[in-house]
């Protein structure tokens, strides 16, 4: 068996366990002073007389009006045990409704009628606190199945009905989420485990590395001072330098493709490298022109992590100036009447690479994963 919903009860049942643990030995109520004995009403004193006066005409001495009998109650403890009929008779000596109004018929005083209600009220009041404490269950409550739908939404952001295929919840007294009655089966309990993992198989999605793309390299910039952005897309180099782009790779083969062209001058062609990090890929001597830009491309085996992806220029026709020399202005290059790089334009003498895009094929080959599942038991 598949130890992790075994963990998972035993979990459960530790929390049950520890939370009935929890709960204080019971102990006399320590809080509550106990009842003054002066003050304590009496009922032979202050409740008795009262009700032979008023009440027992009819609700004594075998007649029970309205079906209640109130001379049966002889003590304080009868009267606490019939809490419901003497908080009913608080009320109706209270509001005046008893004894009934009646021409000739004796009403009771405001002071009798306050001395024996607040004598039924304190009885009423005064709890036994010596027994045993009961601070009675904290029921571990769980979610119904709507809630715990709108749950999983809020809290990870899909919204796919997981608790669809839960067990009805109990209902109780017209209500599904009454905590005491919710109760937690087995079958619920593999549900829960069931809905948790692909809850997450949705909300945590990982491209699959190991599927090759081409991506283009986005923000591609030159080296300070060896070139720039170029009007109409692109950027140029027109010193020694490179432009580069970074991106993050998994292990795997990649193939390296920029599309370049030169203004050609001078008896060479533009020359070209493609680098990764630094290292040198491979070096081309780029022909094209701007009217037919050429495909510069190189094969490489990357490890995993972020690099840049660059294309160096290799043959500018200004030297950077040596230290402390002035940086020697561009000069027009002689241009050999048989050249076969003219100037893409005539007017501007210098050697210019251009590139429009470096893009990243890849990953081929990729490393073997070994994050297999781990397998539980
Ligand atoms: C004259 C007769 C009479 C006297 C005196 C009388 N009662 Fe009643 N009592 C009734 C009758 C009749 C009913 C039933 C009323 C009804 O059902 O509407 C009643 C009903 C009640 C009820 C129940 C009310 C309910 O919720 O149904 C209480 C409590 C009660 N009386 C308390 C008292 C108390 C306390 C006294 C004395 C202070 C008293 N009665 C005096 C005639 C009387």
Redesign the pocket.
């Known amino acids: 068996m598949n130890s992790r919903p075994l963990q998972f009860g035993t979990l459960a049942l530790a929390v049950v366990l520890g939370s009935s643990g929890a709960l204080p030995p019971d102990k006399p109520h320590a809080s509550l002073p106990p009842a003054k004995e002066a003050s304590a009403p009496s009922f032979a004193k202050d409740v008795a007389p009262?009700?032979t006066k008023?009440?027992h005409?009819?609700?004594g001495g075998g007649k029970n009006?309205?079906d209640?009998t109130?001379d049966k109650y002889q003590d304080e403890q009868a009267i606490v045990k019939d809490r419901e009929?003497w908080e009913?008779?608080i009320e109706?000596?209270r509001t005046g409704e008893?004894?009934?109004k009646?021409k000739g018929?004796l009403r009771?005083t405001p002071s009798e009628a306050d001395l024996a209600t607040q004598a039924i009220d304190d009885m009423l009041d005064r709890f036994d606190c010596t027994g045993p404490r009961n601070d009675g269950s904290v029921t571990i409550r769980r979610l119904n199945r709507t809630e715990y739908n709108n749950t999983i939404r809020d809290l990870v952001g899909v919204d796919f009905k997981p608790a669809a295929d839960f067990p009805n919840d109990d209902v109780g007294y017209g209500f599904d989420n009454i905590g005491d009655v919710l109760s937690l089966s087995p079958l619920l309990l593999e549900k829960y485990l069931a809905a948790a993992e692909s809850v997450l198989e949705r909300a945590i999605v990982i491209s699959d590395p190991t599927k090759p793309a081409k991506e283009r390299l986005s923000s591609l910039r030159a080296s300070f001072g060896a070139g720039g952005a170029r009007r109409g897309g692109g950027l140029f180099l027109n010193g020694k330098g490179q432009i580069s782009g970074q991106i993050y790779v998994d292990e795997g083969d990649y193939t390296i493709r920029a599309e370049v062209f030169g203004q050609q001058v001078g008896d060479q062609p533009v020359r070209a490298s493609l680098r990764v990090n630094g290292d040198v890929l491979k070096e081309f001597a780029v022909t094209a022109t701007q009217s037919a830009p050429a495909t510069i491309e190189a094969t490489v085996r990357l490890k995993a992590g972020t690099r840049t992806i660059a294309v160096a220029f290799l043959n500018p026709d200004t030297e950077p100036g040596k230290p402390g020399e002035e940086p020697k202005k561009p000069e027009p290059v002689p241009q050999k009447p048989d050249s076969p790089f003219r100037p893409v334009d005539p007017d501007k003498h210098q050697r210019l690479l251009f590139v429009r895009t470096i893009m990243l094929d890849g990953p081929y080959n990729p490393r073997r994963r070994s994050c297999q599942r781990p397998t539980n038991g």
């Open positions: 009262f009700l008023h009440c005409s009819c609700h009006r309205g209640l109130l009929v009913n008779v109706m000596v008893m004894p009934p009646a018929r009771p």
